[in-house]
């Protein structure tokens, strides 16, 4: 069985926007290649990442995130096993105002959020509308 973990957390003062790119894309080449699904995102200053996949990887993942000083306020939404795959493969997004984002993009992210329990889904969804929209 799966295991998802979500969290939300504060970008460290002085990462500038390059650094944020490279973090994204190397977070989603590495998770791919340790077969980690889920997305991550950054907008305003903020992180919202949901892991999915084996248990003991995620936990350990979510330690060593824990622990980077290139972010702070770290708050779990959520860590529990999910019945049914949700993402099919990594992904990472840099949401930014210069961008404009149409309802099927956030139809995309919102729609993989299907297989979490009623509060989670809310609580997902109310996240992502406040990163995207």
């Known amino acids: ?22 973090i994204l894309k190397k977070t ?5 290649s ?6 991550l995102l950054y907008s305003e200053g903020n992180f919202f ?3 999915e996949g084996e248990k003991e990887t ?5 330690k060593k995130i824990s622990e980077d000083s290139r972010h702070f306020n770290i708050i779990k939404l959520f860590a529990k096993p999910v019945k049914q795959e949700a993402y099919d ?12 984002y149409s309802q099927s ?6 729609s993989h959020i299907k297989f979490l329990d009623p ?7 109310n996240i992502l509308k406040a990163f995207i929209k």
């Not at 989603?28 to 791919?32: D, G, L, Q, R, S």
């Not at 493969?89 to 404009?100: K, L, V």
């Not at 993009?105 to 919102?110: A, G, L, N, S, V």
């Open 89 to 100: 493969e990594y992904r990472s997004d840099f949401i930014s105002e210069d961008r404009t």
């Open 28 to 32: 989603e080449t590495k998770n791919n």
């Open 119 to 125: 509060p989670s889904q809310k609580a997902v969804s």
């Open 105 to 110: 993009t956030f139809k995309y992210y919102e």
């Open 34 to 39: 340790l077969n980690i699904t889920g997305i």
């Open 1 to 22: 069985m799966r295991y998802a973990l979500s969290y939300v957390s504060t970008a460290s003062r002085g990462l500038d926007n390059s650094e944020i790119l490279n």
């Open 58 to 62: 995620i936990s350990s993942l979510f």
């Open 49 to 51: 990442q949901i892991l």
